[in-house]
């Protein structure tokens, strides 16, 4: 991880003309994930974790939800030096599995270029870049940090989990179904989380976090068509999203929506303990 971090310090010392590149190569913003799923995910991800790790978690379930959506306010302030952390245009590289690209971000930029990367996300870097942060906060007993690191690594590793986020078509703009990112991550969420029947796994160890986050995007991204699919099919004699459109949405799509949540919880409480684990599991404080 350490040529990722050099490469994120180069990219901000480049200023503006780093910026000017980017808006030929990178999207205008947009998100799938709401800040409601975002916490939903950090919520859940608490009750996977074990006896050793759970009370402090569940003493900060609140404060890390809150935090948890902060990437996304990143993403609007900043969206020209914090888009490509949130997604990985799989797309990009061919057909699954996805083989011409390099898990190790070296090879990959060896390979295709920086621009190129940055171009296409760097998604599964930015988690591992993160689960070493949560990694070395636990080792240093840096508890605020370790509040810090959890949360934005939840929300980094939430995105891996939506389908939106593996596509150039990461709104559907490509498919005439624009917004339809918004309508599946956002307003079936806040329309229907209250009904969702999540049961997230326990935590598991993760051998390497980073190649574990491209398996999560490949995951996401084999539901795209049947999410495309199911909210063309909702819309059909329809003049427009309403109450009969997102009620048909949900009976289409909610099982994946919920599935990928589910999922997303089981990963980001194994990312904690993960980091948690590799720092010599450190005695937590109560709160």
Known sequence: MSGYRSFVSRWVATGAAAAAISCFVLPSPA????ANAERLVSNKAVDTLPPEMRGFFEANRDWLGRHSAEPLDWLEKNPLTERRNHFLYLDRYGKFPFDSLP????????????????????????????????TA????????????????LAAYVAQAHDPFHTTE???GHLSAQPGADLRFGSSLVDRFSL????????????????????????????WLENVLLSDRRAREGLSDYTDEYYDKFYNLAGAILIRQLSDAATDVGSYWMTAWVNAGRPQLPPQ
Not at 31 to 34: E, L, N, T, V
Not at 137 to 152: K, M, P
């Open 169 to 171: 078509n990461f709104d």
């Open 103 to 134: 898990r190790d971000y070296k090879a990959a930029v060896t390979k295709f270029t920086k621009a190129k990367l940055e171009g296409s996300g760097v998604l599964p870097w930015q988690i591992g870049v993160y689960s070493q942060k949560l």
């Open 31 to 34: 998100g799938a994930w709401g």
């Open 195 to 222: 009904f969702f029947p999540m049961r997230p796994n326990d935590a598991m160890f993760l051998t390497d976090p980073t190649e574990h986050a491209f398996d999560a995007c490949m995951s996401a991204h084999a």
């Open 137 to 152: 906060a636990f080792r240093d007993h840096d508890w605020e940090q370790v509040r810090l690191s959890a949360a934005y």
